[in-house]
């Protein structure tokens, strides 16, 4: 039901990538490779986009992330032959919370996501690359990612991709089968998945954000489409709820020309 | 009108740097030597190609006098070959135009100042344009012309007008981005839209079309490119690839419109006073309506139903 062209998305995307890297002057991007669908997609797009050797794949595993996730994210490596690198992140994020062992598994999750956002930030300067986005969506729109961690990115070849459509590409482009196929997880915890983490199936959500986002049908309309009322709600509400995470942070308007109010210009303005 | 009634024309498909006109001469240079060693007579640059086209706050620092050095260095390049330029024109009481101007031997030809500009959705033009306020045929030395600017040739309007003011063909400067990724097909949504409107332009009114796309992507918003000539009866003389740079050629010629004239006078047979008469009264409605603080969508309804009881009661 939602329309997903995969060879035709595949070409816009991997011209998106070269034109909006190239143009900044530069020819390679800095990713983190979890081992799941999305940065997994991401990575084959960029290797198309920039060549194998103009990608660097950052694993950044936490003492508690699952050993398929990280042997998952070598086979990309592997597959597409792009330059890598395994970082652990445990000392950085452990140092902070034996400040307050008390944190929840929320408060960990969050400091996990910025820790290797900082990290693929310094590879990017250091390689003079940018960072590639690997966030759906779907979680943009649900607001399931970490502001300023995972959420965080130069450019998103994704980020209008709704988890089918990622998942039909990565089939389409060849990620391991094994990846496409696996139950989608954070991996901040052993045992997560984030269809028991959001409540309900990617599959469900999608076909309702599609119709709701990109059909603007109305919450009547949804219901006729067979959706709950209650499911209605609380996805609706999702959705409002984190817009802020959407947005760049607000400012206090005291001049006459106030950056994105009146100061408009488009990013690509800068280069 | 030319001799023989027929031309070569250009349309150069080109990726614009955003904001610097000077890299964008740069490309206008190279795709005006190709277009001319390749025999055209006249080369059509897309809509904002001297600028690019997310301009915003640009507007008004990328913004071109058309009695400006840059206007004169294109006057110079157009002595061996015509050229529509899409640029930000900046009007003597600093209004400023999504403009296309055609320039040929040195003299500017025509100016078209884009009327409809988009403002909705994912475009913004009319917070930073002046809106055109003209829709006119003219006279240059490959016969009659018009200039639309993209979303102008959304209004069937604009392309009935420039039919009825005697164009036999329409010089249409785009910056169309792509969006809709339907299965099955080889191109995004908004580029079959296009297609099929540029063909039913060209055989409703028998006039030829040089459609001249952009690619390339400003803040992620790709552009699909596929430039076209086609003849007066719909049929595609040249064909751009789509998403990427290109430069086509083709033959414009008048007889194909007159092969279709011939067979089907439609435009000799449009009744410009009914149209006129009738555009007059629908005004005349709308204000009325308008006055009365009323939705003019809503007089339809209420008309058929007083129409029915009507009905009922004879």
Request: glycine fraction near 8%; aromatic fraction near 8%; hydrophobic fraction near 40%.
């Amino acid at each position: 039901m939602i329309p997903c062209n995969t060879p035709l998305l595949r070409k816009i995307l991997v011209a998106f990538i070269r034109d909006e890297v190239r143009k900044v002057g530069l020819g390679r991007v800095v990713l983190g490779l979890s081992g799941g669908v999305d940065s997994s997609l991401s990575a084959f797009l960029a290797a198309e986009a920039l060549g194998p050797a103009n990608v660097l794949g950052v694993r950044l595993p936490y003492r508690t992330s699952s050993r398929e996730s990280l042997e998952d994210a070598q086979r990309v490596v592997g597959q597409l032959g792009i330059a890598s690198l395994t970082i652990d992140i445990t000392p950085q994020v452990d140092s902070y919370f034996e400040l307050f062992p008390d944190a929840d598994k929320r408060r960990r999750g969050n400091k996990m996501a910025r820790e290797r956002m900082t990290i693929l930030y310094d590879q990017s300067a250091k390689w003079q690359a940018l960072v590639l986005g690997t966030s759906n969506k779907t979680e943009l729109l649900l607001g399931y990612g970490t502001l300023h961690g995972d959420m965080a990115s130069a450019v998103n070849p994704i980020g209008d991709l709704y988890k089918t459509q990622v998942w039909a590409l990565a089939e389409a482009m060849g990620v391991p089968e094994s990846i496409v196929e696996k139950e989608p997880s954070a991996d901040l915890f052993a045992g997560q998945t984030d269809e028991s983490d959001l409540g309900f199936g990617y599959r469900e959500v999608d076909r309702f954000l599609y119709l709701m986002v990109d059909e603007r049908y109305s919450t009547a309309e949804l219901e006729g489409a067979g959706f709950e009322r209650e499911f209605i709600r609380r996805v609706s509400d999702m959705v409002r709820g984190s817009q802020f995470k959407r947005r760049l942070p607000i400012i206090a308007k005291v001049s006459h020309r106030t950056i994105d109010r009146d100061f408009r210009y488009a990013r690509d303005w800068g280069l | 009108m030319s001799s023989d009634g027929k031309f070569i024309a250009a349309a150069a498909q080109l990726s614009p740097r955003l904001g610097d006109v000077e890299a964008n001469l740069g490309l206008y240079e190279k795709s005006i030597a190709e277009a001319r060693g390749r025999g055209a007579d006249l080369v059509v640059f897309s809509e904002l190609s001297l600028t690019g086209y997310t301009l915003r706050d640009m507007v008004s620092t990328v913004a071109l006098r058309l009695d400006g050095p840059e206007l004169k260095h294109l006057r110079r390049l157009s002595q061996k070959i015509a050229i529509v330029v899409g640029l930000v024109e900046e009007t003597p009481s600093f209004r400023f135009h999504n403009s296309a101007v055609l320039l040929d031997r040195g003299e500017i030809v025509a100016v078209h100042r884009k009327v409809y500009l988009p403002t909705y959705g994912m475009f913004d033009e009319q917070r930073y344009f002046a809106r055109g306020s003209q829709i006119r045929a003219f006279d240059c030395r490959f016969g009659r012309g018009a200039i639309l600017i993209c979303e102008d040739l959304w209004h069937p309007s604009t392309a009935y007008l420039a039919a009825l003011d005697d164009a036999l063909f329409i010089l249409c400067p785009s910056a169309s981005p792509l969006r809709g990724i339907s299965e099955g097909q080889q191109q995004d949504d908004n580029a079959r839209y296009w297609e099929m409107i540029n063909r039913f332009y060209t055989t409703t009114f028998s006039v030829s079309l040089v459609y001249s796309n952009r690619v390339g992507f400003e803040d992620g918003v790709g552009f699909w490119g596929g430039s076209e000539i086609l003849d007066a009866a719909g049929e595609r003389v040249a064909k751009a690839s789509y998403y990427e740079p290109d430069l086509v050629v083709g033959e414009v010629r008048s007889k194909v419109a007159r092969r279709r004239r011939v067979a089907a006078p439609l435009l000799r047979d449009e009744d410009l006073d009914l149209t006129i008469n009738e555009l007059i009264r629908i005004r005349g409605r709308l204000t009325k309506l308008e006055s009365r603080g009323e939705v003019a969508v809503l007089k339809p309804v209420r008309a058929g139903a007083a129409r029915a009881r009507r009905a009922k009661r004879s």
